[in-house]
């Protein structure tokens, strides 16, 4: 069990590798086990909950929120998604739990239609590979939609390259039966895979989200710039949307609108916030 498990290891880390076996290794993956086994309790006992980050225009006005989760454990308190997405997405737990989110996060998007300052704003609400993949996802994410009541024009799904590999075909054919009624997609992390610009041209994205990694040092190092002026170019070209995301700074937003950005997302605005917190801010923001 123990070659075994450095075996992986070193298979992780690339082709032709060595690893010897340490006991880290062992603890690792027994945390994780844990982890998968407490994940799959997690719905039922109510421990995930949505927080809310606000989305930008050059007005100061809130336009939209991403819908980011959190797992409220018991005993650890709150875990990143960064921390259990990932082994969700290992098993089939990411389907179970991408259905809560897209109910919950629908829920919340009929709330607001409710009331006089959120009725317009928008919701992004992240989709991950496995679950777009599943034959019966456009069927299910509708009836979601429909049975909450939510304004489905309102509705950004955020999909990443990483989904666009396979299947291109029944990829697009799915992205537009979801179209039909006005559900629109964003092109999450843009940049950082392997983006061909035909297969880019064949989709219908109305979105590319500039990944936080070039804007974080988007005011000294150059290549960041040219590669943020350089998706603000493809985008304004081929008719889409814009939106950078990890904006901390005004000078970084600055810099971005200089480039022809003009919708922004990150801890300059709004950190990710609880529901009720992300209500007050959008309105102080729009008796600005
Ligand atoms: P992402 O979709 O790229 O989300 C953006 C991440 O950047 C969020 O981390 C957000 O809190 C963080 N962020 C926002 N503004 C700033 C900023 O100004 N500076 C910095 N340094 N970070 C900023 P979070 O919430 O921890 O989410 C991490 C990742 O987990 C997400 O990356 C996404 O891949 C995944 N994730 C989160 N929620 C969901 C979900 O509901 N479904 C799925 N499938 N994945 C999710
Ligand atoms: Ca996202
Ligand atoms: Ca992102």
């Not at 010897?20 to 027994?30: A, G, I, Q, R």
């Not at 991403?66 to 998604?81: Q, T």
């Not at 259990?84 to 998007?109: H, M, R, T, V, Y």
């Not at 039909?180 to 610009?197: A, N, P």
Request: hydrophobic share 40%.
């Amino acid at each position: 069990k123990q070659a075994e498990l450095a075996m992986y290891q070193s298979k992780k880390s690339g082709k032709n590798g060595l690893k010897f076996f340490e006991p880290s290794m062992e603890s690792l993956v027994k945390e994780r086990a844990e982890m998968e086994k407490e994940l799959r309790n997690a719905i039922e006992n109510q421990e995930f909950v949505l927080y809310y980050q606000a989305q930008m225009d050059d007005a100061q006005k809130v336009v939209g929120a991403e819908a980011l989760v959190r797992w409220n454990h018991p005993s650890k308190g709150l875990i990143s998604p960064l921390d259990f997405i990932p082994i969700a997405e290992e098993s089939d737990i990411i389907l179970k739990l991408g259905n809560w989110i897209l109910k919950s996060a629908c829920d919340e998007l009929y709330r607001w239609s409710l009331t006089d300052t959120m009725h317009n704003i928008t919701l992004a609400i992240n989709v991950s590979v496995k679950q777009f993949s599943q034959n019966n996802f456009v069927k299910s994410t509708l009836s979601i939609i429909e049975q909450s009541g939510a304004n489905p024009k309102l509705i950004k799904l955020e999909i990443t390259e990483s989904m666009l590999v396979e299947d291109k075909a029944g990829i697009v054919e799915k992205m537009d039966k979801l179209k039909e009624v006005g559900i629109r997609f964003s092109l999450d992390d843009f940049g950082t895979g392997y983006s061909s610009l035909s297969y880019l041209k064949q989709l219908p994205i109305d979105q590319l989200k500039i990944d936080q990694s070039f804007v974080k040092d988007i005011l000294i190092d150059k290549n960041d710039e040219t590669i943020c002026k350089s998706t603000i170019a493809i985008a304004q070209s081929m008719g889409l949307n814009v939106i950078a995301e990890g904006v901390e700074t005004a000078e970084q937003k600055e810099m971005l609108n200089l480039l022809g950005c003009a919708t922004y997302q990150g801890y300059l605005f709004s950190k990710p916030i609880a529901s009720k917190e992300f209500e007050l801010f959008v309105k102080a923001h729009a008796n600005l």
